[in-house]
T-cell receptor, first 112, second 111 residues
Framework: GEDVEQSLFLSVREGDSSVINCTYTDSSSTYLYWYKQEPGAGLQLLTYIFSNMDMKQDQRLTVLLNKKDKHLSLRIADTQTGDSAIYFCAESSAGNNRKLIWGLGTSLAVNP | EPEVTQTPSHQVTQMGQEVILRCVPISNHLYFYWYRQILGQKVEFLVSFYNNEISEKSEIFDDQFSVERPDGSNFTLKIRSTKLEDSAMYFC?????????FGPGTRLLVL
């Protein structure tokens, strides 16, 4: 079945860039997503990319998609302590009722 | 910007009781979903709903679960007889053209 994998932890210093990586198996993925979850809070849609794109930039966030390798990354420029959270990668496909298949989440710790 | 809303934010119930979790999806979205997240674990798909019927459900979504869109705006998840292991955050989402925002969640605690 479909699977999404992420590394579980990332630690960076404030002001540095963070890069969170994700791999997925579904070759028919249509959309790929990044969600942010702060402790005890809900799932905030950060950004998403359509599978025919290879890059999307939104302020401090840059999403890169390598469809051939089924690899997705999220780069956060100038990482701040407020960026500390769990970041979930997810994918959906039109042929799958667009349900999201989730990774386990990457816990980002930003050190002052 | 329109948001998905959910009520209640927290619910505590006794094992065996029925609970109804409510969601108001974004009005022009056509796909609706329920997911759950047990504390510290992965987000799990429960059910998708399109064109007024279930389009897919997971193994978790057994006969104790049901969904309904009673009035064209609300989307509800009913758990008929709650078990301890139903304790989780329940998230509603709606989707259109790839945009899939989630509601803030309902934290359900079954005692």
């Amino acid at each position: 079945g479909e699977d999404v994998e992420q590394s579980l932890f990332l630690s960076v210093r404030e002001g540095d860039s963070s890069v969170i990586n994700c791999t997925y198996t579904d070759s028919s993925s249509t959309y790929l997503y990044w969600y942010k979850q702060e402790p005890g809070a809900g799932l905030q849609l950060l950004t998403y990319i359509f599978s025919n794109m290879d890059m999307k930039q939104d302020q401090r966030l840059t999403v890169l998609l390598n469809k051939k390798d089924k690899h997705l990354s999220l780069r956060i420029a100038d990482t701040q302590t407020g960026d500390s959270a769990i970041y979930f990668c997810a994918e959906s496909s039109a042929g799958n009722n667009r349900k999201l298949i989730w990774g386990l989440g990457t816990s980002l710790a930003v050190n002052p | 910007e329109p948001e998905v809303t959910q009520t209640p934010s927290h619910q505590v119930t006794q094992m065996g009781q029925e609970v109804i979790l409510r969601c108001v999806p974004i009005s022009n979205h056509l796909y609706f979903y329920w997911y759950r997240q047990i504390l510290g674990q992965k987000v799990e798909f429960l059910v998708s709903f399109y064109n007024n019927e279930i389009s897919e459900k997971s193994e978790i979504f057994d006969d104790q679960f049901s969904v309904e869109r009673p009035d064209g705006s609300n989307f509800t998840l009913k758990i008929r007889s709650t078990k301890l292991e139903d304790s989780a955050m329940y998230f509603c989402a709606s989707s259109e053209l790839g945009v899939t925002p989630f509601g803030p969640g309902t934290r359900l605690l079954v005692l």
